[in-house]
């Protein structure tokens, strides 16, 4: 997503390189002075009250700390990213061990996994320390090697990803933000953000701020489908914003999409269609675009979408439950 960088926010980022600037700026004006003071004193006598050898070694004095300094406190940062870097190549086998918790097809609306295994639980608590130390060491990722840089990536993948199967949506969110400090960000990094944005709205209190994270998880889900257009988990859940923030026209366009492009996400895309027909109250289409969806265990997990269930109106409450019933009656048909 494209951002306007402030003033302010290029500072907080290259903050470390201003104050070497300016140290430097200042020892060299320190140098010139000195030399000025000296050319003066040789050819006029001023001022005379200042010995030679002062203005001397003021000027060795500065010349040595603009020389000296900078290249301690670069050893000094080496020191300190080499401590990143060691702690991020030994996470390698535990995050492998993590990914294997979400792998699924690549057209997946969510994470695909049961959740974690005891020792994924325990990669994520361990790798959730390892990560927040490294949150604090660590502002600007263009300053790590390669290598360590990808690492550093994926550790914020994963690790954001466990924390999504754990219902840690807060943290999630927290953890894959840290993508943000990237000047390079990939289309799944990108998705990332949104999902987390989108999944962190249900836990804010009130309905500004949840339309806040919606609207921000609408625009990293439009940068992501910009520089992926065939992954349909994009749409999706860029639809699933839009119809949040009350665009239904959206949300339909965007689901239509969807289920154009993956087989699997046909019938969850026709639901918040019908949704969405039902917010718009178009009920008839509402319940002609249900019936069209097969009996699954959708019917049992969305039986009581609140965004359906409408007691205010009687008539379309008794058709949604009935059909729910009907539908329920023939999936568990077909388990016996």
């Known amino acids: 997503m494209t951002q306007t960088r402030t003033a302010k926010q290029f500072l907080s980022e290259n903050a470390r390189n201003v104050e070497l600037l300016v140290f430097r700026v200042t020892m060299w004006a320190v140098v010139i002075a000195c030399f000025v003071a000296l050319l003066l004193k040789a050819i006029i ?11 001397l070694v003021g000027i060795m004095l500065a ?6 300094l900078p290249r301690i406190s670069s050893r000094i940062g080496e020191v300190s990213f080499g401590g990143v870097k060691v702690v991020l190549a030994q996470s390698e086998k535990a995050l492998d061990d993590l990914l294997s918790a979400f792998e699924g097809p690549e057209e997946s609306p ?6 974690l295994t005891d020792s ?4 994520y608590e361990r790798l959730s320390l390892k990560l927040y130390r490294i949150f604090d060491q660590v502002k600007d990722p263009q300053t790590l090697d390669f290598e360590s840089r990808n690492n550093y990536r994926k550790m914020i993948d994963y690790v954001g990803r466990a924390a999504f199967l754990k219902d840690h949506q807060t943290k999630y969110l927290r953890i894959v933000m840290h993508f943000q400090s990237f000047r390079d960000l990939t289309w799944d990094e990108e998705f990332l953000l949104g999902h987390a944005y989108l999944t962190a709205a249900d836990k804010l209190p009130t ?4 339309r806040g994270y919606w609207e921000t998880s609408g625009a990293y889900f439009e940068s992501a489908s910009k520089k992926n257009s065939s992954a349909a988990k994009i749409p999706y859940h860029w639809g699933l914003a839009a119809l949040s923030l009350g665009n239904f026209e959206k949300g339909i366009e965007l689901m239509t999409r969807c289920r154009a492009m993956s087989q699997s996400l046909v019938d969850l895309a026709d639901w918040n269609i019908a949704c969405a027909l039902k917010k718009q109250n178009k009920k008839a289409e509402s319940l002609n675009k249900l019936r069209a969806i097969p009996a699954s265990k959708l019917w049992l997990d969305q039986k009581d979408d609140e965004w359906l269930r409408d007691s205010s109106d009687p008539d379309f409450e008794r058709q949604f439950s009935e059909l729910c019933q009907l539908k329920i009656t023939e999936y568990s048909a077909t388990l016996t």
Do not use: C, M, W
């Not at 006598?45 to 002062?54: A, D, R, T």
């Open 45 to 55: 006598g001023k001022p005379s009250s200042v010995p030679v050898h002062y203005f």
């Open 207 to 210: 309905e500004n701020a949840r």
């Open 63 to 68: 010349a040595t700390l603009e020389i000296l």
């Open 110 to 115: 969510d994470f695909e996994g049961e959740g």
């Open 120 to 123: 994924q639980k325990y990669n």
